[in-house]
């Protein structure tokens, strides 16, 4: 039995090309790496999509009759990355003699494993493919941009589909906008200009740039001096900060709100405004279960145009009557005059009123984008001010983004892999304020006989004597107007 196992190991590794370049020592490492969860970071034309391919084909020589898996955001993507310029590029160059069935994006090597590709991230049929079976390698590529849960799908789907051949599964990507995730939780603080390795959560964790690809240096460099010769600020851009540094940048132009610490954070002190107006306080509930829970408040005045988040913040797993006592401990703290809430849920928001007399209304939803571009536009003129102890709030606010393949079709939707419970609280009170409406107190009348009543008075006088000449000018000039006229008929 071992002696048949041998032979067939040995025969395994004579049939088995030599698809390692020592000279990319980068992804040489890469691809020898035996840890069964790896992540690889790198800038664009890094060679990551390649390496992929390699290790994919690596698996399949090993374990003859095996099934590989290749994950992209699309079916569409997945064949344009790694059919076209990857597969078929080595094949040829190697003559692996891979049969490609172009109709069902099938590579089957000669030794009968089968490379597959997928696009899983807007396609639920693809993602029930993956059901019930088992895999030697899984790669998923473009893992900074799903909207779909990574950690699911890794550990809930794919990590028991590998666990036959003891199979690596392999997150690859390049930082994008979206700064939340499997991806970017294994990868933050990460900087593939300084090439190397990691471990974080158990994962193996690889980093380089198109710098460390022989076969794209000078390229790459030529590509870069271009660029800046073109255009000197490019270097500060996200995109290229993204694409050609690898790091970790939001595009400020994709984020849903104009939200920036230094116009929009204030201490939390509601400043003391003079006269007759009052603060009117309103709180802003989105409810949640598996997804949070999130509470807002926030405060206008008579006479000030700058709504106030006085405080903001989301639990989960909080049930109907949970719900009803964090909203009576924030009334018990602040003076609440209107409870506005989701009104998705029906049942639940009837409940609360009925049973806990949270005298709750509904939310405006309609026209969201819309109302978000006004809201937007009171930031920008910082009327719009968060104070330290909505945290949450902020934390979303400056990772929201829109989703780019939405955009694409000229919808605006937030996009669904951020969370957004504190955000949209915040759009429930803000919708339901009426700091807009704010008028300038007129100053206080000051006591007589006081130096402010006499001075009052003496500009009140010179007024008058002004008023007065201006009127005796113009009854002057009328009357000059007048014989001038006269004259003419005369």
Same mark, same amino acid.
């Given at each position: ?11 395994? *590794? ?96 000669? @030794? ?27 790669? +998923? ?9 990574? $950690? ?65 240096? *000078? ?49 939390? $002190? ?66 609440? &005059?209107? $409870? ?26 309609? &026209?969201?984008? *819309? ?8 930031? +920008?003129? *910082? ?12 934390? &979303? ?16 939707? =937030? ?23 704010? $008028? ?8 007589? @006989?006081?130096?402010?009543?006499? =001075? ?28 001038? &006229? ?5």
């Amino acid at each position: 039995m071992a002696l048949a196992q041998s032979l067939r190991q040995a025969r395994t *590794e004579a049939e088995t090309p030599d698809l390692i370049d020592h000279g990319f020592v980068a992804q040489a490492k890469f691809l020898l790496d035996t840890v069964a969860l790896i992540v690889v970071l790198c800038t664009r034309r890094a060679g990551k999509s390649f390496g992929a391919a390699l290790r994919l084909l690596r698996a399949a020589y090993k374990h003859p009759g095996a099934s590989c898996l290749y994950i992209a955001l699309t079916r569409d993507s997945a064949e344009k990355i790694l059919w076209k310029d990857c597969l078929k590029v080595i094949d040829r160059k190697l003559k692996l003699g891979i049969n490609f069935n172009e109709t069902k994006l099938r590579a089957t090597l000669p @030794n009968g494993s089968v490379i597959y590709l997928l696009g899983v991230d807007s396609d639920e049929e693809e993602k029930q493919k993956l059901l019930g079976q088992k895999y030697a390698e899984v790669v +998923i590529d473009e893992a900074a941009s799903y909207a779909i849960d990574l $950690t699911e799908l890794v550990f809930g789907i794919l990590k028991p589909a590998v666990a036959d051949y003891r199979g690596a599964i392999v997150l690859i990507g390049t930082p994008g906008n979206l700064k939340n995730g499997l991806f970017f939780d294994l990868t933050e603080g990460q900087d593939p200009g300084v090439p190397g390795q990691w471990m974080k959560l158990g994962w193996s964790g690889h980093r380089w740039s198109a710098m460390d690809n022989p076969h794209m240096r *000078e390229k790459w460099l030529a590509e870069i001096a271009e660029l800046i010769a073109a255009n000197p600020l490019i270097e500060q851009t996200p995109l290229f900060q993204q694409h050609y540094r690898g790091r970790w940048v939001i595009d400020d132009s994709k984020l849903v709100y104009r939200y920036m610490p230094v116009r929009n954070d204030y201490d939390g $002190t509601l400043p003391v405004i003079r006269g007759r107006g009052e603060w009117h306080f309103v709180l802003g509930i989105d409810l949640g279960f598996t997804d949070a829970c999130s509470f807002t408040v926030g405060a206008y005045h008579d006479h000030d145009k700058t709504l106030r988040y006085v405080l903001s913040y989301k639990k989960a797993g909080l049930d109907i009557t949970a719900t009803s006592e964090e909203a009576e401990r924030i009334k018990a703290q602040w003076p609440i &005059e209107q $409870t506005v809430i989701d009104g998705a849920n029906k049942q639940a928001v009837e409940e609360l009123n009925r049973r806990h007399g949270l005298e709750a209304q509904p939310a405006d939803k309609r &026209e969201k984008a *819309e109302f978000i571009d006004i809201m937007n536009a009171e930031m +920008i003129q *910082e009327r719009v001010k968060v104070s330290p102890q909505c945290q949450d709030l902020k934390d &979303e606010w400056a990772g929201l983004i829109w989703d780019e393949r939405a955009l694409m079709k000229r919808k605006r939707v =937030e996009h669904p892999g951020c969370e957004n419970h504190c955000a949209d609280g915040a759009l429930y009170v803000w919708r339901h304020c009426w700091q807009y409406l704010a $008028t300038a107190e007129p100053p206080p009348v000051p006591k007589v @006989n006081t130096a402010e009543w006499h =001075e009052a008075q003496a500009k009140q006088a010179q007024r008058e004597l002004e008023e007065m000449a201006e009127a005796e000018f113009a009854e002057n000039q009328r009357q000059e107007r007048e014989r001038n &006229e006269a004259q003419e008929w005369d």
